[in-house]
């Protein structure tokens, strides 16, 4: 059996930590997986990004490293949002092919998708208008990984993709408790809540809807992804519309996993932010038609118990 080397860039993050938790329990022998942070290179950097490349020599990258930030982070630096993702991008793309790499996997979002649309959206929407103004630069510079995804097929026969995810959650996110999504969020302020006997608000009027997937099961697609999928064109991993819930049934569940007995409110000064962002599955859903999502109470447990878990121990709960 031929050896695989796979590089995963953004290696320490929610999805990065997921893909390591699932390969420790199914690598194959012929496998060897890399997972880089921050300290192994500079992505904007072409000469650091090559060194990466040359001291580990891949065969297969999985990108998960980008620059990402909240609603108001993107609004306030759009020009570093756009140059840090273009330039990280290029760098990959490029060392990928000199270097022969035979699977390219980037990660996309559906948030580039574009703000006027009909929902549910799908994989070939993505380009089909501007992005909410908000976050153009960030949107701008993802959409063009599909772009460039289709060039180096075309001129040079690579073997490039994207994945595009809906929420994500799970162990290793982010909890803090403003500049957070909203489960993380959620698990923190309602552990303290819980702590102190105060009442548990949530923000907004809890009736946006959206599909959340969890950090394991996307990372089990993604390695599906990397060894299976052929196409160029992007692939939506998502849990289907029938799974689309409340961000007031996505706080019981919180308080469920965390046991929390007291009140539960809603302010309603706070922003909803889009109402929804359905996506369509059909196409995950042609290729793996049996592929069982954790139930979504139990990969909430699951989040909550190792929050709980890690709290107190310095550095590994990113609050
Ligand atoms: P996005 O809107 O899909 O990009 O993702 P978020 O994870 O930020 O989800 C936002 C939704 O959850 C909005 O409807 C918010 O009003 C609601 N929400 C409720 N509580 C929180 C919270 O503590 N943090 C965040 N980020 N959103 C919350």
Redesign the pocket.
């Known amino acids: 059996m031929t050896k695989k080397v796979v590089l995963v860039t953004g290696g320490s993050g929610l999805v990065g930590s997921a893909i390591r938790e699932v390969i420790a329990g199914e690598r194959p022998e012929n496998e060897e997986w890399i997972f880089a942070s921050s300290k192994d290179a500079d992505l904007c950097d072409p000469a650091s990004t090559a060194a990466m490349f040359e001291k580990y020599k891949p065969t297969h990258v999985i990108h998960l490293a980008a620059q990402v930030g909240?609603l108001f982070a993107n609004m306030k630096y759009k020009v570093e949002f756009w140059r840090n993702n273009i330039a990280m991008n290029d760098n990959i793309f490029q060392e990928c092919h000199k270097r022969g790499v035979e699977k390219l996997v980037s990660c996309l979002s559906t948030?580039i998708f574009p703000d006027k649309t009909t929902f549910p959206i799908d994989e070939t929407m993505i380009h089909d208008g501007p992005p909410h103004f908000s976050n153009e630069g960030y949107a701008y510079a993802k959409r063009m990984v599909d772009v460039q995804n289709r060039m180096y097929k075309a001129q040079h026969g690579c073997n490039f993709t994207a994945v595009i995810p809906t929420?994500i959650f799970g162990k290793h996110d982010n909890f803090h408790l403003d500049n957070?999504?909203?489960?993380p969020?959620?698990i923190h302020?309602g552990y303290l809540c819980k702590q102190k006997g105060e009442p548990f608000t949530?923000?907004?009027s809890?009736t946006?809807l959206?599909q959340f997937i969890y950090s394991n099961d996307l990372a089990r697609l993604m390695i599906w992804t990397m060894r299976e999928y052929q196409e160029a064109d992007p692939i939506i991993l998502s849990v289907g519309e029938e799974d689309e819930i409340s961000?007031a049934d996505v706080?019981r569940s919180v308080a469920k996993a965390l046991d929390f007995q007291g009140e539960v409110n809603f302010d309603t000064t706070?922003?909803?932010?889009?109402f929804k962002?359905t996506a369509n599955n059909a196409k995950l859903r042609k290729y793996l038609p049996d592929f069982k999502f954790t139930p979504f109470d139990e990969a909430m447990a699951s989040t909550v118990k190792w929050f709980m878990e890690n709290y107190e121990t310095p550095g590994a709960v990113r609050k």
Request: hydrophobic residues 35%.
């Open positions: 909240g948030c929420n957070s999504h909203v489960i969020g959620l302020r949530i923000w907004g809890g946006p959206r961000i706080a706070k922003a909803d932010g889009q962002k």
